[in-house]
């Protein structure tokens, strides 16, 4: 090959796999029949989408890294006094779930953080605020219900077993998942008409209002709020975190699939 002369197959190949997606658009334009030709070829044209699909995931992080980065010199302050939680409370990371047990998308979004912090389970600490919507009947009471289980050291299993069965929420299911949890019945029906409970709900719907939430699931990750319903965003999100923190990359496991994109339902 002459180094002083690039042929158009050339400058096509070397701006593909290099992934400079402007380059290569710019040389589809200038060589069509050459490009035609040259994606009659299925390992070809395969090729040049992987390039492509690696150059579009690379802007996408680069996105993601200023989006943090804005955010972190904005990032919203929390009341997480008294919350239950779960994970370590010396963890960097501190995830904020605003949720309604009467929404379907929380129970996914719940599922994703419990695989967030399993990933994570020294880093990575999850904190629940109540959320109820106003046209759910029984939204109040079941928040209530997980604050009175969470008196008796089973806020978790309480929160599980409500989205279990959220299409029975009432009085009579929580006082049959207190009897399934091995709770103290006559304490937890005693629980769930304390009115100081009752405040704690309305307090965090009122902080959850202030910030300008309209709907449930909402996260917020060490202030950050992250308005993706996807794994794979809570967990880039907190693998940058970690990369500021620790001042290197964390090494990147093979991520899962995403699943089709959700939205609050609430």
């Not at 090959?1 to 992934?19: D, H, I, Q, Y």
């Not at 992080?61 to 008294?82: C, F, I, M, W």
Request: hydrophobic residues 40%; charged residues 25%.
């Amino acid at each position: 090959m002459n180094p002083g002369k690039v042929s158009a197959r050339e400058s096509l190949l070397a701006c593909v796999f290099t992934s400079t997606v402007t380059t290569a658009v710019l040389s589809i334009l200038f060589f069509p029949p050459f490009f035609q030709a040259y994606l009659e070829n299925d390992r070809h044209a395969s090729q040049i989408q992987n390039a492509l699909d690696r150059s579009m995931a690379a802007a996408q992080k680069r996105s993601e890294r200023r989006d943090v980065d804005y955010q972190l010199a904005h990032r919203t302050p929390l009341n997480l006094e008294g919350c239950p939680s779960t994970g370590m409370r010396s963890a960097p990371i501190t995830v904020t779930y605003f949720l309604d047990y009467e929404c379907r998308n929380c129970v996914k979004t719940s599922e994703q953080l419990t695989k967030l912090c399993a990933r994570w389970p020294d880093k990575v600490r999850i904190v629940f605020k109540a959320f109820p919507v106003s046209y759910h009947p029984h939204a109040v009471d079941s928040a209530v219900a997980a604050l009175a289980a969470e008196r008796q050291g089973a806020f978790l299993a309480m929160k599980d077993y409500l989205f279990q069965h959220q299409e029975e929420l009432d009085f009579k299911l929580y006082l049959q998942a207190a009897k399934h949890l091995k709770l103290d019945e006559e304490t937890f029906k005693k629980d769930l008409k304390d009115p100081i409970l009752l405040a704690r709900v309305r307090q965090d719907k009122e902080e959850a209002t202030r910030l300008g939430i309209t709907g449930a699931p909402t996260v917020y990750i060490n202030g950050i709020l992250v308005s993706a319903y996807r794994y794979i965003h809570y967990q880039d999100v907190v693998q940058i975190l970690l990369e500021r923190r620790e001042g290197e990359p964390v090494s990147p496991d093979l991520r899962p699939q995403p699943s089709e994109s959700e939205t609050p339902c609430c």
